[in-house]
């Protein structure tokens, strides 16, 4: 079936460090590709999105980007800040079940200042 | 921020007692969606609905049911409560489809603890 698969955590960082968060997917087509961020206490909120291949999607200093050849949408951030202390959700929709999102375990990130 | 609200925000219940936990909307979207959330796991689908009246199961609708009278209420109800449903649920709503590339947006959670 369709599913994502993300890098586990925790993951613990100095303030000013580079992030990766690793996210692979298996679905069949074309699937659209989110990643969501928890911060403490709240519900999920979308980060960014990429509906097709190569697409880039970018949003607070985050990017990811559609790579249909290694079935992958990592997320990445240059240098990251205290308030980038999260869970990090990577998720898919396979155009098959257009109804559903499917998320990884989520990833949670810790900024030390 | 999306108008979405859930009640209540906390519950403490016994096992096998029923509880029905809703979701409220001002957003009239389309689509409404209930996840639980538990550690280990991510969110994972209980139930949907794409339009009043109109629901269908996620992968983990075993135990619970759900109902959608009008846009903007979607209700979960578990039937006979266990241990096993302790966890957060979370209500969330879509505009357009997510295979489409639609946002969800999320609800502040329900906290839920069987005993």
């Known amino acids: 079936g369709d599913s994502v698969t993300q890098m586990e955590g925790p993951v613990t960082l100095s303030e000013e460090a580079f992030l990766t968060i690793n996210c692979t997917y298996t679905?069949?087509?074309?699937?659209?590709l989110f990643w969501y961020v928890q911060y403490p206490g709240e519900g999920l909120q979308l980060l960014l999105k990429?509906?097709?291949?190569?697409d880039k999607g970018s949003n607070k200093g985050f990017e990811a980007t559609y790579r249909k050849e290694t079935t992958s949408f990592h997320l990445e951030k240059g240098s990251v800040q205290v308030s980038d202390s999260a869970v990090y959700f990577c998720a898919l929709s396979a155009r098959s079940n257009d109804y559903k999102l499917s998320f990884g375990a989520g990833t949670t990130v810790t900024v030390r200042a | 921020d999306a108008g979405i609200t859930q009640s209540p925000r906390h519950k403490v219940t016994e096992t096998g007692t029923p509880v029905t936990l809703r979701c409220h909307q001002t957003?009239?979207?389309?689509?409404m969606y209930w996840y639980r959330q538990d550690p280990g796991h991510g969110l994972r689908l209980i139930h949907y609905s794409y339009g009043v009246k109109d629901t269908d199961k996620g992968e983990v609708s075993d135990g619970y049911s759900v109902s959608r009278s009008k846009t903007e209420d979607f209700l979960l109800t578990l039937e006979s409560a266990t241990s096993s449903q302790t966890s957060v649920y979370f209500c969330?709503?879509?505009?357009?489809?997510?295979?489409?590339?639609?946002?969800?947006?999320f609800g502040p959670g329900t906290r839920l603890t069987v005993l």
């Open positions: 957003e009239n979207h389309r689509y």
């Open positions: 990429a509906t097709k291949a190569d």
């Open positions: 679905a069949t087509g074309y699937p659209s």
């Open positions: 969330a709503i879509s505009e357009d489809s997510p295979g489409q590339g639609g946002e969800q947006f």
